[in-house]
Every structure is written in C-alpha cells, then in structure tokens.
C-alpha cells in the first residue's frame, strides 16, 4: 500500500507576457478589500483597469531598466498575488483576498528580496498606506520596521500618507 501525502500546490515565478490580467485583477480585488475606505469612495471603482493592464503588460515584458521585474505567485495553475520590485524597493506586493494568510505574500517578499540581493541591494524598502495594520504587522514580522519617512499621496478624492518601511537585507 502506497503512502499518499497531500501538498499544496505553491510556488513563485517572475510574471511572462499574458499575466498582466491576472496581476491587475488581483490588484483591483487586494486594493478593494484594502484600501478603498483609505483611498476614498469611488478610487478603486474609477480605475483605469484597460491603462492598467497595459503598464502591467509593458512592465513584464519592457522594463524600465536594470532590476525591474515582476514576480507572480501561484496556487496551482491560478495567479493569487504578486510583487513588483525596482532597484532596492517593493514597489507592490497584493494578494487576492481569499488566498491571504496563505503563505503567498510571505513567498512574494522572499522572492523579492533575493531579487534584489542578486542585483547588488543592501537593503529593502516598501511604503505603507497609513492605517494598514494587517501590511503593517506582516512586515513587521518580516523585519521590516517604519525608517520615519512619509510622503503624501493625492487619489483625486483625498490626499493619502504613506509611511517608508525598510530592512537591511
């Protein structure tokens, strides 16, 4: 009699031409989910998601330079999350709702900043919207921690603040 394990079904690997659809989807759904209160009624709902989807697509396929790169996380064959990085920065890391505290974002950012270590990075920095406490302790559990700069963001609908977090790695 054969023994018979279940395993899960994850993995990550940098994005290919064709996922920008997936990506964009699930930013949309993460930043619903996140941000929307944040962001101001109506933000998410009045994105561009067809412009989206194209900077996605060309940020795949063209990036701006040396150490862009997307990188997509799997549950089986489904895109659930990704993270974009740029030289010594998470520019974006989202998770679909219903896969988060799946394991994914922890994979994302440890993708991540072997990526950047491998393009010669001594530290790792991402922002935080203000009054994201579930990106907040995630990070912080990460080893990341807020380093005290901010800056502000106008959404059309309000201004928003955003706080630098940041690691050596």
């Known amino acids: 009699m054969a023994l018979f394990r279940e395993t899960a079904d994850v993995s990550v690997r940098p994005a290919v031409p ?11 759904s993460a930043w619903r989910a996140t941000h929307e209160a944040a962001l101001g009624d109506g933000v998410v709902d009045a994105l561009d998601t067809g412009a989206m ?12 330079g040396e150490g862009f790169a997307v990188l997509v996380a ?18 974006a890391l989202e998770v679909e709702p219903e896969h ?7 994979r994302l950012l440890s993708a991540a900043v072997d990526r950047l270590r ?9 922002w935080v919207l ?4 579930a990106r907040e302790r995630f990070l912080s559990a990460a ?7 901010e800056r502000t963001l106008a959404t059309g609908v309000r201004d928003v603040v955003e706080r630098r977090w940041s690691a050596a790695i």
């Open 143 to 149: 080893g990341l921690g807020p380093d005290g700069r």
């Open 100 to 106: 988060q505290r799946g394991g994914h974002g922890s």
């Open 18 to 28: 064709g996922d920008e659809e997936a990506v964009t989807r699930v930013q949309v």
């Open 118 to 126: 491998s393009d010669g990075a001594e530290e790792v920095v991402t």
């Open 130 to 133: 203000d009054d994201d406490t």
């Open 53 to 64: 989807r194209d900077r996605w697509a060309q940020a795949i396929t063209a990036p701006p």
């Open 74 to 91: 799997l549950a089986g064959p489904e895109i659930v999350g990704f993270a974009a990085v740029a030289p010594g920065q998470v520019v």
